[in-house]
């Protein structure tokens, strides 16, 4: 329809312009002619917008149809996103409860085992990642464990144990997060402290450890310790497990050199 119209109005400019006689605009029946002119230019003029009214709508159809595809789409993503968070959320929940509920089998509430400790400790190692903290891990190991529980007792080796948790426990921050690796072992989680805040720390339960000794008769408090310090390398270490290797290979060399 739009093209005939378009011929149509093109043909009556032709047409006319073709069969002017310009003497004829001079006279009476030259306002005819260049009425019908006119008319023929107005046509074509209307039947452009016409083809341009109908070609805008067509885009428009389609753009709406591809804006609404995508809404759909991207709709969908974020309830799938949030389902997935929703879920992982209360994952980390439950874990949470388990360690709280199961992970502390020491006298004491605050120190964790070995797997509690390494799933306490990769929460943090990740929070530090993200945060950009400081995060070190100290090595606490009660000197000549084995002789002492295999010379005085299972009872006097525990009593040591008490008396050193209760030392530590009193020493570290809330923020801090104690593991017991078996025997005379411990291992210190220390976020927001760099090596040397940690190596402060460490000399101070050294010290303590030797006055303790000095002060009693009672061997079940007589012990010295020995600390490594390692810090937690935000960039390349991946999991606690990494750090807790090289602390515990640098201790294994340290007393093999003594």
């Not at 400019?13 to 004829?24: K, R, W």
């Not at 805008?56 to 993503?77: C, G, H, P």
């Not at 009193?170 to 927001?192: A, N, Q």
Request: charged share 25%.
């Amino acid at each position: 329809m739009i093209r005939v119209g378009m011929v149509l109005g093109l043909s009556v400019c032709n047409l006319l312009a073709s069969s002017i006689d310009f003497e004829l605009l001079l006279s009476g029946n030259g306002l005819l002619l260049v009425l019908l002119v006119v008319a023929g230019l107005l046509i074509n003029v209307l039947v452009y917008r016409m083809a341009w009214n109908s070609f805008s709508k067509r885009v428009n159809k389609k753009l709406k149809v591809k804006v609404d595809f995508e809404t759909s789409r991207l709709t969908q993503y974020n309830d799938d996103l949030r389902e997935i968070i929703e879920k992982k959320t209360l994952e980390l929940d439950t874990i949470e409860e388990e360690i709280i509920e199961k992970s502390k089998e020491y006298s004491s509430e605050h120190i964790y085992n070995r797997k509690a400790f390494y799933k306490i400790s990769n929460v943090l190692m990740n929070i530090a990642k993200r945060e950009h903290i400081p995060l070190t891990l100290m090595l606490v190991n009660i000197d000549n464990f084995q002789e002492i529980n295999s010379h005085y007792g299972r009872k006097v080796s525990n009593d040591l144990v008490n008396v050193f948790i209760s030392l530590i426990e009193f020493y570290s921050r809330h923020s801090d997060t104690i593991g017991r690796f078996g025997g005379g072992e411990f291992m210190l989680l220390l976020p927001y402290t760099t090596e040397e805040g940690a190596e402060v720390l460490a000399k101070k339960l050294r010290d303590l450890s030797d006055k303790q000794s000095q002060k009693t008769d009672d061997a079940s408090k007589q012990f010295t310790i020995s600390t490594i310090v390692e810090t937690v390398d935000l960039k390349s270490d991946t999991i606690i497990h990494e750090v807790l290797e090289r602390v515990e290979n640098t201790f294994y060399l340290k007393t093999k050199n003594r």
